[in-house]
């Protein structure tokens, strides 16, 4: 196997690891959470973010073994980039949650902003060379 096909293999892990946690995570939201709905609401929002860019992070995964050189990394840096930034988002709404605490002020804005450029990158990669993902 190539070394850019381990690459993507191990993003596609990190991504599906990634979605682990956020079912469990999701489970304990709904089950064991003792706090206030709107807490519960704000728990559901991190939940959300995580699972939805975990399946971004698998499109990028996929892509990068459709494309070649530059494009691959480009692929792969956003996938990173979307569980990086979900991670850092929805961390901060899991303590604010459980301490009352912000971590990190700007921690969520921040994950924001890294997930937006994650997607940007997704679809640069896609259209790159005229390709489109589908």
């Given at each position: 196997?190539?070394?850019?096909?381990?690459?993507?293999?191990?993003?596609?892990?990190?991504?599906?690891?990634?979605?682990?946690?956020?079912v469990g995570l999701g489970a304990y939201g709904a089950?064991?959470?003792?706090?206030?709905?709107?807490?519960?609401?704000?728990?559901?929002?991190?939940?959300?973010?995580?699972?939805?860019?975990?399946?971004?992070?698998?499109?990028?995964?996929?892509?990068?073994?459709?494309?070649?050189?530059?494009?691959?990394?480009?692929?792969?840096?956003?996938?990173?980039?979307?569980?990086?930034?979900?991670?850092?988002?929805?961390?901060?709404?899991?303590?604010?949650?459980?301490?009352?605490?912000?971590?990190?002020?700007?921690?969520?804005?921040?994950?924001?902003?890294?997930?937006?450029?994650?997607?940007?990158?997704?679809?640069?990669?896609?259209?790159?060379?005229?390709?489109?993902?589908?």
């Amino acid at each position: 196997m190539s070394t850019d096909a381990n690459r993507s293999d191990f993003l596609s892990a990190a991504a599906a690891l990634s979605a682990a946690l956020g079912v469990g995570l999701g489970a304990y939201g709904a089950h064991g959470l003792a706090v206030d709905q709107s807490l519960v609401d704000i728990w559901r929002t991190g939940v959300a973010y995580q699972m939805w860019h975990a399946l971004g992070a698998f499109a990028c995964a996929w892509l990068a073994t459709r494309r070649s050189g530059r494009t691959a990394r480009v692929a792969r840096a956003a996938g990173w980039m979307l569980l990086a930034g979900s991670g850092a988002f929805a961390f901060s709404l899991y303590v604010f949650v459980l301490d009352g605490i912000v971590p990190v002020t700007g921690m969520a804005p921040a994950g924001g902003m890294v997930m937006i450029t994650g997607w940007l990158l997704l679809a640069y990669a896609a259209i790159r060379r005229g390709t489109a993902i589908f």
